[in-house]
């Protein structure tokens, strides 16, 4: 949920400058990685209202910082037989 929080403050500019890129950076890797049905299902609500204000580039640059957090994070990721 903080992931959603976040992109919650980027989009309305709340103790941040608001920035569309940023919040959907931060709703797109809320919708990648947090579980409940809800947030999730928020988070790509808002990400795809977010989406029809930017360019093709700015969606793209967003998504490449998404693959990176989950690369990075991810892979940091305890397995079951650790």
């Given at each position: 949920m903080?992931?959603?929080?976040?992109?919650?403050?980027?989009?309305?500019?709340?103790g941040v400058?608001?920035?569309a890129v940023e919040a959907y950076y931060w709703f797109a890797l809320a919708?990648?990685?947090?579980?409940p049905k809800p947030v999730h299902d928020q988070a790509v609500k808002y990400r795809d209202r977010?989406?029809?204000?930017?360019?093709?580039a700015q969606i793209s640059e967003a998504q490449?910082?998404?693959e990176a957090w989950l690369k990075a994070h991810l892979a940091r990721k305890p397995t079951a037989a650790n």
């Open positions: 903080a992931h959603s929080n976040l992109g919650v403050m980027y989009d309305l500019g709340k400058s608001r920035d919708a990648t990685v947090e579980a977010i989406a029809a204000q930017l360019t093709h490449k910082r998404v």
